[in-house]
């Protein structure tokens, strides 16, 4: 079983929600975060919420529905190819908007673009 498996089991078992701190003492995961994701990227719905322990906000991550929906294609995800001219490099855009492949191909657009 991995961790992925381990800590939805634990989500279906604690109705009340679980915390990085729970994930770390029983599944053995420091990146509790990272392993929500791949849940939700499976279909899962996880909801997050933030709550006062001690001294600090910690987030609480519950399981909404029980087995995965049907995942829902994200089109903006598709692999596109970068809008600077002369790079030309196909990539994984992060956000609805992105046109370059990194940083240094977005700056040396806007500098083409700027030329006096």
């Avoid at 392993?35 to 909404?64: F, H, K, P, Q």
């Avoid at 990194?102 to 500098?111: K, L």
């Amino acid at each position: 079983m991995n961790q992925c498996d381990t800590i939805l089991a634990m989500l279906r078992a604690n109705p009340d929600g679980i915390t990085a701190l729970d994930a770390l003492h029983w599944a053995g995961s420091a990146r509790l975060a990272a392993r929500i994701s791949e849940l939700r990227e499976r279909g899962y719905i996880i909801t997050t919420y933030t709550v006062r322990r001690g001294n600090a906000n910690v987030g609480l991550y519950r399981l909404r529905e029980p087995e995965p929906m049907k995942a829902i294609p994200y089109h903006w995800r598709q692999p596109r190819t970068c809008a600077r001219v002369g790079c030309e490099q196909e990539f994984k855009p992060r956000t609805k908007g992105s046109k370059y492949c990194r940083s240094a191909c977005r700056v040396a657009a806007h500098r083409e673009r700027t030329k006096a």
